[in-house]
């Protein structure tokens, strides 16, 4: 299912690289219990990374996303690209403050996340009653935070990282275009966030707030808000 993400995101048009990073629980497993692969073009090398991970270790509860996330920053990302983060984890992580043994604050994670223009969808636990809002309370908001969403692992997986993979490549299509229509002026489609401009369709229908809708930036009148 995640190589299947990955082919998705590539057949999408969009240019994107590949970053892996596997953990476990660093206070019980011998290192590396976080595990960087480093970030690719190379989707099929991406692939042959996933293909070596197993379901094993982890010792105690929980373990230890937190430090994933602080590692996945330390990629040599290219400059002013989009920047997500998919985290998948059926446990709780580490948070100093809640468990003995953990030495990362949930909220300084966050906060390093959100500076380095991180969005995270974190694809974890839902309770029994279905409700986002009751899914892991240490996990949820660190997509909640940073822009992301908050998804079943305990659901269809494959549709899930489906889903993922169609908000990342709207939300990148922006970002990648070269040129953007802004008020009737050509400017730099860096510039355009979501969360900054609204936009209209070539047709002139008002598609709201998020860029999902959007097939092709080059159509798109933007409006600032």
Do not use: H
């Not at 073009?41 to 010792?59: I, P, Y």
């Not at 230890?64 to 330390?74: D, F, R």
């Amino acid at each position: 299912n995640v190589t299947a993400f990955a082919d998705s995101l590539t057949a999408s048009g969009v240019t994107a690289k590949f970053g892996l990073v596997s953990f476990g629980d660093v206070k019980q497993d011998p290192a590396p219990a976080v595990r960087n692969f480093g970030l690719t073009s190379d989707v099929n090398k991406f692939k042959s990374d996933v293909s070596t991970l197993t379901a094993n270790g982890g010792g105690d509860l929980p373990e230890s996303a937190l430090e994933a996330l602080v590692e996945g920053l330390k990629m040599p990302f290219t400059s002013g690209a989009s920047k997500f983060f998919v985290l998948i984890t059926d446990v709780e992580a580490k948070n100093k403050g809640d468990e003995a043994d953990g030495d990362l604050v949930i909220g300084d994670v966050i906060n390093s996340l959100a500076a380095n223009g991180v969005t995270v969808f974190s694809v974890i636990p839902f309770p029994p009653d279905g409700n986002a809002a009751d899914a892991q309370t240490e996990l949820g908001p660190i997509a909640t935070s940073t822009g992301g969403s908050i998804e079943d692992i305990r659901g269809n997986f494959g549709t899930v990282l489906s889903t993922l993979s169609g908000k990342i490549s709207s939300s990148t299509l922006v970002s990648i275009t070269n040129l953007a229509r802004i008020n009737g002026g050509a400017v730099d489609s860096n510039l355009v966030t979501a969360d900054r401009y609204r936009y209209k369709e070539s047709a002139g229908a008002f598609s709201g707030f998020s860029p999902m809708p959007i097939t092709s930036a080059a159509a798109i009148g933007f409006k600032i808000q």
